[in-house]
Each structure stands twice: as structure tokens, then as C-alpha cells.
């Protein structure tokens, strides 16, 4: 698992990345009970709706992770950098 010239690449926000990661499962989910469960084969409006409501949720939830880790850098007097050594390890987060 690296980029090119074997470099080690790292994810540089986990809050973020975990967030949209469980988004992802649930969406999934979501469309099974929609789709198989509540009314099969058919999209109602309140669902339709139910499904806006998660979308915005997401960014929310992504946007305030973002806001956090920028807050907790800032306290610890971390000065954001292009640096490759910003981030955790993809092997370590994935242990």
C-alpha cells in the first residue's frame, strides 16, 4: 500500500474519514429498508426527504470533524503543512 516510488501515503483527517466511512455503510442500509422493507420497489416522498436529511447530515457532521481537528491543531500550535509527515499511517489506522 503506497503511492508512487514507494512512499507511504496517510489519511490526514481520521474524524473525517471515519464519518463518511460509516455514511457510506449506512447508505447502503438505508436503500435496502427503502427499497425492500418499508416499500418495496417504490421511493416515497417521506423517504425521499428522510434521505435529504441524511445527505445534510453528513456534511454537517464532516464539516464540525474538520472544525475540531483544526481547533485541536491550532490549540497544540501545529501550523498546517503540505508535509507527507501530516497525517496517520494507513497501516496504523487500519490495525
Not at 447502503?28 to 416515497?44: D, K, S
Not at 426527504?49 to 453528513?58: D, G, K, M, R
Not at 481547533?71 to 490495525?95: H, N
Amino acid at each position: 500500500m503506497g503511492g508512487e516510488n514507494g512512499e507511504v501515503k496517510k489519511i490526514d483527517d481520521v474524524g473525517v474519514f471515519f464519518t463518511t466511512s460509516v455514511f457510506s455503510v449506512w447508505a447502503y442500509i438505508w436503500m435496502f429498508i427503502v427499497l425492500n422493507v418499508w416499500t418495496p420497489q417504490v421511493v416515497t416522498s417521506a423517504e425521499a426527504w428522510i434521505t435529504l436529511v441524511f445527505t445534510f447530515l453528513l456534511i454537517g457532521i464532516s464539516y464540525t470533524c474538520d472544525l475540531c481537528r483544526q481547533r485541536a491543531k491550532a490549540k497544540a500550535g501545529v501550523a498546517e503543512s503540505e508535509d507527507d509527515e501530516d497525517g496517520e499511517d494507513e497501516t496504523e489506522i487500519l490495525q
